[in-house]
């Protein structure tokens, strides 16, 4: 039988069971790789969306009543079920958004290990006692109980390229908090994050606590964003759409983790072998398809030769190919995405810079490109490729490369290379970035850091602790004693 004979169509959960739309409609997944179908989602209609979330708020206030050490336990079957279900996640994500097999193990691996620790987390989240005599005298006698109480219902929208752990990053802190979650998926991306969905409810998710959402954003992401039971939003994609999401969301919170254009500024004194080392796996790991991938280099122009030497010797020892070889460089998400990247890179060749690869295409899958004297003028200097195109601008002084670092619309992440600390920290304390890494490549984990952009790369705060903490509000009580 012909693979798009057989391939799953998948169901959404609905408070507590597994349903087909109403819509009879259903979107296909297509591999990346070679668009052998993967499987279908249900184009779920908005009455249905409208049950989704009316459901969650049903379920919440009892969930939110449970002590943290009972929503603990549900956090650590889920964890024990997605371990369990290793295997077939790890396919599913391979096929359907075409990364190598072990780093879509590990996806599930850090995934279980984010929740058990969300887990823990959870359990330490505490309030405080403040005396109003710190304040004034005369409030002596007052004492505010500041306690953190869930929001309510929060909407959890996943990109493609982390589609369980970036799924669960959201989930297990607004489930740990006491609140109720709808869960979107990107539509590519959304069978593995069903399969996520499937290992919950296997762990003995209570009915409605968690609904899934699945259809086209086109169809039904305002109906959902702008929900009058949506308590907080919280999307990882694209900067436009976070925006746009931002603008619909009126009088609540958002969370947004969006683009960025992470820069690794390296400087004379670097070791260039760890910097070499470090730009390529960061530059390079799932073909650049990372908010954190280093999506540019700075380097100062004395070590810019013996630089771009040791990158283009790395590069080329890159496994290109397709995700079931454990590539590192497999097809990008789908044929717009590998035409953008294409698009990117003819337009800086065309404008004088080098490419120091072989520009190479078959398909979605874009080979390694490294371009050598990119200038300020060229879109790649600026534009976020989601791709395997690494350009590098020659700099004169730190000042330069901190004025083309800041002169981004994004502030993500950026990485220093240098001996000296205190300058790398100097340099750190001027770039207008969520993090800076000193000595290391620009990346999200260990998950318990706090991840966050400035700018276009996004708004408010993550990190397992930061995230539980943005799902709560503080709940004042005062007590006035006479
Ligand atoms: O694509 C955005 C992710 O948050 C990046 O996470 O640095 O662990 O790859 P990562």
């Not at 380097?299 to 080329?316: F, P, R, S």
């Not at 698009?343 to 899958?365: C, F, S, Y």
Request: charge should be negative; include cysteine; glycine fraction near 10%.
């Amino acid at each position: 039988m012909k693979a798009e004979m057989i391939a799953n169509t998948y169901q959404f959960l609905l408070n507590g069971e597994w349903r087909e739309s109403l819509s009879g409609k259903t979107i296909e997944n297509q591999s990346p790789s070679d668009n052998t179908p993967v499987g279908s989602v249900q184009a779920m209609t908005e009455n249905e969306v409208n049950l989704a979330v009316t459901g969650a708020k049903a379920a919440q206030k009892d969930w939110a009543n449970l002590s943290f050490s009972e929503r603990a336990e549900l956090l650590y079957a889920w964890a024990d079920q997605l371990l369990e279900m290793k295997e077939e996640i790890a396919e599913t994500i391979m096929k359907e958004v075409g990364k190598g097999y072990s780093s879509a193990e590990k996806e599930v691996v850090r995934t279980a290990d984010f929740i058990k620790y969300t887990a823990e987390e959870g359990k330490r989240i505490h309030g405080e006692l403040i005396n109003g005599g710190s304040f004034n005298a005369g409030s002596a006698n007052k004492l505010a109980m500041v306690q953190r109480e869930p929001l309510g219902v929060i909407l959890a929208i996943s990109p493609f390229n982390y589609p369980v752990n970036l799924s669960a990053a959201k989930i297990a802190p607004a489930l740990i908090a006491g609140n109720a979650v709808v869960f979107k998926p990107a539509t590519q991306g959304a069978i593995s994050g069903t399969l996520m969905v499937r290992a919950l409810d296997k762990a003995g998710l209570p009915s409605g606590l968690v609904n899934l959402v699945t259809g086209k954003g086109s169809e039904i992401g305002d109906y959902l964003t702008t929900h009058p039971s949506i308590d907080l939003i919280n999307f990882t994609g694209g900067s436009e759409t976070g925006e746009y999401i931002s603008k619909k969301a009126s009088m609540i919170p958002v969370i947004l983790e969006l683009g960025g254009k992470d820069p690794a500024i390296v400087l004379n004194d670097a070791d260039l072998e760890k910097a070499a080392g470090d730009i390529v796996g960061g530059g390079f790991s799932y073909s650049g398809q990372r908010c954190t991938a280093i999506k540019r280099v700075l380097v100062l122009d004395e070590v810019a030769d013996a630089l771009v030497d040791k990158l283009k010797d790395k590069i080329k020892a890159l496994e290109v190919g397709m995700p079931e070889d454990n590539a590192t460089v497999t097809p990008l998400i789908n044929e717009k995405a590998a035409d953008f990247v294409q698009q990117l890179v003819d337009d800086a060749v065309g404008k004088g810079a080098t490419p120091l690869t072989d520009i190479r295409r078959e398909g979605n899958l874009v080979y390694p490109v490294l371009l050598d004297n990119v200038t300020v003028d060229m879109t790649v200097a600026w534009e976020e490729p989601f791709g395997p195109v690494l350009p590098i601008i020659r700099v004169q002084n730190i000042e330069e490369a901190v004025i083309i670092a800041n002169e981004s619309e994004y502030g993500l992440q950026a990485s220093v290379f240098t001996k000296n600390v205190e300058q790398a920290i100097r340099i750190g304390s001027e770039l207008e970035v969520g993090s800076v890494q000193i000595n290391g490549k620009t990346e999200r984990g260990p998950d318990h850091f706090p991840f966050l952009g400035v700018k276009n790369s996004g708004l408010g705060a993550q990190g397992i602790r930061k995230s539980i903490e943005s799902v709560t509000r503080e709940k004042v009580t005062v007590l006035n004693m006479s």
